[in-house]
C-alpha cells in the first residue's frame, strides 16, 4: 500500500493533484461496492483503505500442518488407529477462524474519519473522527521491519485506541493519516474564524466617511504643527 506522497520533481499541479488521489489500494482489501456499511457523507471520500496481510495466519497454518504429518505419522506407525485422522479437521479449525477474522477486518481512512470493520460470525464497526484523534504510532517487529508490515496505533480523546494491524508499509498509512487529519483540523479552524467574522458587528460608517475623518485628522495635525512653528 502506497502513500499519497508525490515524487520530487513534478510540477506544482501534478504534486497537489497526486496527494488528493487516493492510494492504490492492498489486493485484499475489500470493493468500493462493499463499503457501503461505511456510509459515506456527500462531501466524504475513501483515502485508503486495507486489511491485515495473509501472512498474518503462517503461523497458524504451520501448526496445523505440523499437526497433521504428526498425526499421519502416528496412524501408519499404528499408534493411532485410522479413525484418528478425524482429529485433522479439528487441527484446521484455529486456521480457519484466523483466516476468516483477517478476510472480515478492513481498515478505513477517510477525508473525515478512520474505521475499522471486524468481526466473523457478526459484524462489528467503529469510526472515529479525524478531528478526535489525538496521536499515531507505528510498531515494527523484527520480521515487520524485515518484511515491510507493522501496526498503526491511533490514540482518541476520551475512547479506545484503534489499530491497523500489520498492514503493509505502515509507515506510508501514517503518514496518509496524519496528513488528512492536519487537513480536517485547518478546516475546522478556517470554519470558526469565519463563524467569528460572521457573528462582529460591522464597522458604522462608509468608506468615503472614514476618509473624510482622516483627512479632518491632517488637517487638525498640520495646524498644530504651524503653529508650535511659529512659537
Known amino acids: 500500500m502506497n502513500s499519497y506522497d508525490s515524487t520530487s520533481g513534478e510540477p506544482a499541479g501534478k504534486r497537489e493533484a497526486a496527494a488528493d488521489s487516493p492510494a492504490p489500494s492492498d489486493p485484499t482489501a475489500l470493493g468500493d461496492a462493499e463499503l457501503a456499511w461505511l456510509a459515506l457523507a456527500p462531501d466524504e471520500s475513501v483515502r485508503w483503505r486495507g486489511c491485515p496481510r495473509i501472512q498474518t495466519i503462517y503461523p497458524w497454518l504451520a501448526v496445523t500442518l505440523l499437526g497433521t504429518l504428526t498425526l499421519l505419522a502416528a496412524v501408519v506407525s499404528e499408534l493411532v488407529p485410522w479413525q484418528g485422522l ?8 484455529p486456521t480457519a477462524w484466523q483466516y476468516a477474522r483477517l478476510s472480515r477486518t478492513v481498515f478505513v481512512i477517510t477525508t473525515r474519519r478512520v474505521a475499522i470493520r471486524q468481526g466473523v ?9 479525524l478531528e478526535h484523534i489525538q496521536n499515531t504510532t507505528v510498531t515494527q ?8 508490515h507493522g501496526t498503526v496505533s491511533i490514540d482518541t480523546a476520551g475512547g479506545a485506541p ?5 498492514v503493509d508499509d505502515p509507515s506510508s498509512v501514517r503518514r496518509t493519516l496524519d496528513r488528512y487529519r ?11 474564524a469565519a463563524s467569528r467574522s460572521d457573528r462582529s458587528e460591522p464597522v458604522p460608517g462608509t468608506l468615503a466617511q472614514w476618509q473624510a475623518v482622516r483627512e479632518e485628522v491632517r488637517a487638525v495635525r498640520r495646524a498644530l504643527d504651524e503653529r508650535e512653528a511659529f512659537r
Do not use: K
Not at 482429529?87 to 479449525?93: D, F, G, K, S, Y
Not at 492536519?182 to 470558526?192: P, T
Open 141 to 148: 517487529g523484527v520480521a515487520g521491519r524485515f518484511v515491510g
Open 86 to 93: 478425524l482429529l485433522v479437521a479439528l487441527l484446521a479449525v
Open 182 to 192: 492536519s487537513r480536517c483540523r485547518d478546516r475546522r479552524l478556517q470554519n470558526e
Open 162 to 166: 484503534l489499530a491497523f494491524w500489520n
Open 121 to 129: 460470525l457478526g459484524r462489528s464497526v467503529r469510526t472515529v473522527s
